[in-house]
């Protein structure tokens, strides 16, 4: 869907719409870094209360970092979209003080149905955690569309 703006505006106003509404991600210090139609990238740094027994970070605050950097991808071109499924695997342990950032790509959209992948790394390109989700549209936009 377009309102005669560029694909560029149209993603970075759809995940202001987005973000002002989401206190999930906002409330586990995850930042906002960059969106681009079909893409995203989310940051955070482990802290103290993200670590589990074993001293690392909870894989939860792993899989939620990358579903919020799916999320912001998948909703980037106006059309309202929710997670179908969503699979993560955890290739390496991320420690308190690390920077993690969350690359999200769409690598198909086809009807109402996406596939997207996420890459987290540390900031120093560590690779932990490789995510894939599939999407799905469910009607509606954040912005107004121009009459067809």
Do not use: K
Not at 12 to 37: F, K, Y
Not at 104 to 114: D, L, N, Q
């Amino acid at each position: 869907m377009s309102d005669g703006r560029h694909p560029q505006e149209i993603a970075r106003a759809c995940a202001d719409l987005m973000w002002a509404e989401d206190r999930a991600t906002q409330g586990l210090g995850i930042h906002l870094d960059a969106v681009s139609p079909g893409a995203a990238t989310l940051s955070m740094t482990v802290a103290d209360h993200m670590t589990n027994g074993h001293g690392t970070c909870h894989g939860g605050y792993i899989f939620a970092l990358a579903d919020s950097a799916f999320a912001f991808a998948c909703n980037s071109t106006n059309e309202r979209t929710v997670a179908a499924h969503c699979s993560i695997s955890f290739l390496r342990p991320a420690r308190r003080g690390n920077r993690l950032v969350a690359e999200a790509t769409e690598r198909a959209r086809e009807g109402r149905s996406g596939l997207y992948d996420v890459r987290v790394t540390t900031t120093d390109g560590e690779l932990i955690a490789e995510f894939r989700g599939h999407s799905r549209t469910i009607g509606g936009s954040f912005l107004p569309t121009e009459p067809t």
